[in-house]
Nanobody, 125 residues
């Protein structure tokens, strides 16, 4: 069992930056591929980024490449999502998720077993 808690969301103007953090507790964090997803009102939850168990491999959805960076610190049981040059279309609730059934290219929500409660990111134009 893994418990995940996100933080770092907020309101930012277009072009601004935010860094999300997801703190894990419970079973060995370093055994899990970690992912970030987001869900806007009325839309399905979508994959944003994934990172391998030791952080050497990552994968991004096309719309955030070059703007977002996923990283992890296994000593702190935390995964991060640095978001730069934010756009209004990035507005969503952001969730972190954990899986031991796949790698960082696992983009389907049902590939992940553990989820945080989400943190709201709002980008104003």
């Amino acid at each position: 069992q893994v418990q995940l808690v996100e933080s770092g969301g907020g309101l930012v103007q277009a072009g601004g930056s935010l860094r999300l953090a997801c703190a894990a507790s419970g079973r060995a964090f370093s055994a899990y591929t970690m992912g970030w997803f987001r869900q806007a009102p009325g839309k399905e939850r979508e994959f944003v980024a994934g990172i391998s168990v030791i952080g050497t491999s990552n994968y991004y959805t096309e719309s955030v490449k070059g703007r977002f960076t996923i990283s992890r610190d296994n000593a702190k049981n935390t995964v991060y999502l640095q978001m730069n040059n934010l756009k209004p279309e990035d507005t969503a609730v952001y969730f972190c998720a954990a899986t031991d059934r796949g790698g960082p290219r696992s983009t389907r929500p049902n590939a992940y077993d553990y989820w945080g409660q989400g943190t709201q990111v709002t980008v104003s134009s």
